[in-house]
């Protein structure tokens, strides 16, 4: 086990509500990062947090919106669901190094939401 | 842009069979890091290997090989004598840290059925 946990493992939402995913990183870790990733498909970058900021952000709309605290947990918030948000949300914790540099990305068990 | 294609969707063998997933890359940067994740039908993605891209050595871990080619842009996975918990999908993924927020660029994904 990779020491990432993600909460709830899953959920069931109806169109136009919103959800938040929970994600404990791996101890010593500084980075966190969230995925996307629907059916038969590979994960799709959602953003990344370091030191509490968003340091970059795949092509999700703003109302994809995460949060990251003091020990490194981190949130991400979708606003009115729609269909398509339908997946498997991957929460994987990294250690960002001085210059950037970013180690090994290590993936919770991920949350299954299901829109209605 | 950064890419990666596994052309192979599915694939099955028998056990103790060998097989080779393909992965192929696509990048402007002359620093970048390759990876295999290995998914599970529970879902959490499985860290297997990291590759530098100023590391072409092969490498092998018990019946695991990888062969890293920059010429061809390929970074090919081998299981050895296949046994059925082999039977996942495997992802091949891209990182460079030139990109903001290190993202991963995912491939879609082999799916691979070991028969006992």
């Known amino acids: 086990e990779t020491g990432v946990t993600q909460s709830p493992t899953h959920l069931i939402k109806t169109r136009g509500q919103q959800v938040t995913l929970r994600c404990s990183s791996q101890?010593?870790?500084?980075?966190v990062s969230w995925y996307q990733q629907a059916l038969g498909q590979g994960p799709q970058f959602i953003f990344q947090?370091?030191?509490?900021?968003?340091?970059g952000r795949g092509n999700f709309p703003p109302r994809f919106s995460g949060l990251q605290f003091p020990n490194y947990s981190s949130e991400l918030n979708v606003n009115a669901l729609e269909l398509d948000d339908s997946a498997l949300y991957l929460c994987?914790?990294?250690?960002?190094?001085?210059?950037?540099?970013?180690?090994?990305?290590?993936f919770g068990p991920g949350t299954r939401l299901l829109v209605l | 842009a950064q890419k990666v294609t596994q052309a192979q969707t599915e694939i099955s063998v028998v056990e103790k069979e060998d097989v080779t997933l393909d992965c192929v890359y696509e990048?402007?940067?002359?620093?970048?890091?390759l990876f295999w994740y290995k998914q599970p039908p529970s879902g959490e993605l499985v860290f297997l290997i990291r590759?530098?891209?100023?590391?072409?050595q092969n490498e092998i871990s018990g019946r695991y090989s990888w062969n890293f080619q920059k010429s061809t842009s390929s970074f090919n996975f081998t299981i050895t004598a296949s046994q059925v918990v082999d039977s996942a999908v495997y992802f091949c993924?891209?990182?460079?840290?030139?990109?903001?927020?290190?993202?991963?660029?995912f491939g879609t994904g082999t799916s691979l059925t070991v028969i006992p």
């Open positions: 947090y370091y030191r509490e900021e968003e340091n």
């Open positions: 101890s010593g870790h500084n980075t």
């Open positions: 990048t402007r940067d002359t620093t970048y890091y």
């Open positions: 590759r530098n891209s100023f590391d072409e």
């Open positions: 994987a914790s990294s250690i960002r190094l001085a210059g950037g540099l970013q180690e090994t990305q290590y």
């Open positions: 993924a891209l990182s460079d840290p030139s990109n903001t927020g290190n993202q991963f660029y």
